[in-house]
């Protein structure tokens, strides 16, 4: 068995840094294993337009740690109001990579998010012709929809409709945590790609009840049956060139998940290359990590690779790993995977 594997070096295609003290807290589990991560942009209040996100990429810049080589990327937070002029301005001076949808109340910070995307479709259009990725969240928030489903019947109602109105669209699917958003990136062969978090991979919906509620594995999307953890997965490791790294690292403060409505995030950027490569090695599939984490991504946004690279080691006892991480506003707990780990980034 590989003992020692060297990659180019990751980037993370969606993360959550946040601002202010937790931001200062959180960048370094970033900055010490990735290159890039594609910074999501729902603050309070959210990064809007071409100023905040150059005001917010600012912020982050000051706050790395000193001597680390990293490149932040940005993207907007669509709302109804968004002016198209604006988003084609920020694309065009290489101050956002990507423009987020956020169905109004679908996850944390989304309640200025899009209540119809016909309401947004001029921006959308503009974005097709320009060549600018959209992400998306993809869970209809109709409450009367059970929880499990939303992603299922967002691909179908929203997901779909949207793609076929807005042709040359290019789209990545966040976050996907089902075996129906795998089939249908698998099924269209054009501007269509998913990222999946560290997460989804390690866990089903039972681990968040496993002896007790575990508010630390909450997110959203909730994760979903074991049959569709199998299907991301079978997708991760496939090196199919449409899915890759999206760590969804969403730091909440202990006391914001451990209460009577925790929120939805799982913090695992400081781990998520030791989780990354369990997973892989189970699937035997550690010659396929390279391609999930640091190639398909950088291919599908037009950048290259890294120049740089990571080496994981592999060790016979478990490794262990920071349990929280500090910040002046509160402890975070770091993502706390169901089985040992035996790779670490040397
Ligand atoms: C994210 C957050 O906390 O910002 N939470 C989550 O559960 N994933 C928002 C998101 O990406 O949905
Ligand atoms: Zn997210």
Not at 286 to 315: C, H, M, W
Request: aromatic content about 6%; proline content about 5%; glycine content about 6%.
């Amino acid at each position: 068995m590989a003992s020692e594997l060297t990659i180019r070096k990751p980037d993370d295609w969606h993360v959550h840094f946040r601002d202010g003290a937790v931001m200062r807290a959180v960048l370094s589990g970033t900055t010490e294993h990735f290159a890039r991560a594609l910074v999501m942009p729902n603050l309070v209040p959210p990064v809007v337009t071409m100023n905040d996100a150059v005001a917010y990429r600012e912020r982050i810049v000051a706050s790395l740690p000193d001597g680390s080589d990293f490149t932040p990327m940005m993207t907007l937070y669509l709302t109804e109001a968004t002016d198209a002029d604006d988003v084609e301005r920020a694309y065009k001076s290489g101050a956002i990579t990507a423009v987020k949808l956020y169905p109004a109340g679908a996850t944390t910070n989304s309640d200025s998010g899009v209540t119809d995307v016909a309401r947004v479709a001029p921006v959308l259009e503009r974005m097709a012709e320009i060549g600018l990725p959209l992400c998306v969240h993809g869970e209809v928030t109709d409450p009367s929809i059970d929880i499990f489903d939303r992603e299922a019947i967002f691909i179908e109602t929203v997901l779909d409709p949207m793609r076929q109105r807005t042709p040359g669209l290019r789209v990545i699917m966040e976050h996907v945590t089902t075996e129906d958003g795998v089939r249908y990136v698998q099924s269209h062969s054009e501007n269509l790609a998913a990222t999946i978090t560290t997460h989804h991979l390690m866990i089903n919906r039972n681990h968040l009840f496993q002896g007790g509620i575990r508010p630390h594995f909450f997110c959203l999307p909730i994760a979903k049956r074991e049959h569709h953890r199998l299907a991301l997965r079978a997708a991760a490791v496939s090196g199919d060139g449409r899915f890759f790294l999206g760590t969804d690292s969403a730091p909440h403060v202990d006391g914001a998940k451990e209460s009577a409505c925790g929120c939805a995030g799982v913090y695992n950027s400081p781990n998520t290359m030791s989780c990354l490569a369990q997973v892989f090695e189970e699937e035997g599939a550690l010659d396929k990590l390279e391609a999930f984490a640091s190639l398909n991504g950088a291919a599908y946004y037009g950048v290259a690779p890294s120049d740089e690279t990571i080496t994981l080691k592999r060790q016979d006892d478990s490794v262990s790993y920071q349990a929280k991480v500090k910040t002046e506003d509160g402890d975070i707990t770091v993502f706390d995977p169901p089985c040992d780990l035996h790779w670490s980034v040397v």
